[in-house]
């Protein structure tokens, strides 16, 4: 069975510093792993993906994610957290069928 | 570049109630997916599509339903509309890839619905 552990439901940083949102997997088979950013009132968007090439995974807006078989983990890390990075992020994983199992979420505070 | 298009935005349905939240999508993606969000919960799928014709159940099917006539369209029908069903409902399609969870899904910007 699939499923996503998001570690923390909330995060709070400063503007200009760095980022880590964590995420534990499960999976039964080699998994295909995702995060999604979702601002206020919009749909989900795709931030980055992994599907077994490199597991050093960068994604747009400067996010970039690591795939670690041995701890079951794909944490999201940004260097320097802007203004327009607050949002709710979500990590998703898929055993490449036809479904996606995702996170409960994490909400991230950027402050001034 | 319209993408993925959800109608209504927002909608208050009154218990027994009935009504069709419309999905459509100009990418030719051959999967379709229908999530409720929510709050503290992430998203849980409710029915999925794999092509026009073609529909299977989700995590959270009961009290809908779904039909797929053609690619671009996947509705979704709300029967006998209950409280437990308010929820914030996304669309989201994607390419029919080698295998199919390789690809990332498109997703609409959600149709907010109470029922009261």
């Known amino acids: 069975a699939q499923s996503v552990t998001q570690l923390d439901s909330h995060v709070s940083v400063s503007e200009g510093t760095p980022v880590l949102l964590r995420c534990n997997y499960s999976s039964s088979y080699s998994p295909s792993l995702f995060w999604y950013v979702q601002h206020p009132n919009k749909g989900l968007q795709l931030l980055l993906k992994y599907t077994s090439a490199a597991t050093l995974v960068k994604g747009i807006n400067g996010f970039e994610a690591e795939f670690k078989k041995s701890e079951t983990s794909f944490h999201l890390t940004k260097p320097s957290a802007h203004m327009s990075d607050a949002a709710e992020y979500f990590c998703v994983v898929s055993d490449r069928g036809n479904q996606f199992y995702f996170g409960t979420g994490t909400s991230l505070t950027v402050i001034p | 570049n319209a993408g993925v298009t959800q109608t209504p935005k927002f909608r208050i349905l009154k218990i027994g109630q009935s009504m069709t939240l419309q999905c459509t999508q100009d990418m030719n993606h051959n999967y379709m997916y229908w999530y409720r969000q929510d709050p503290g919960m992430g998203l849980k799928l409710i029915y999925y599509?794999?092509?026009?014709?073609?529909?299977d159940k989700g995590e959270v099917p009961n009290g809908y339903n779904v039909s797929r006539s053609t690619t671009e369209d996947f509705p979704l029908r709300l029967e006998l509309a209950a409280p437990s069903q308010t929820s914030v409902y996304f669309c989201?399609?994607?390419?029919?890839?080698?295998?199919?969870?390789?690809?990332?899904?498109?997703f609409g910007d959600g149709t907010r619905l109470s029922i009261l």
């Open positions: 599509s794999v092509g026009a014709g073609i529909t």
């Open positions: 989201a399609s994607s390419y029919r890839g080698t295998p199919p969870g390789n690809q990332p899904q498109h």
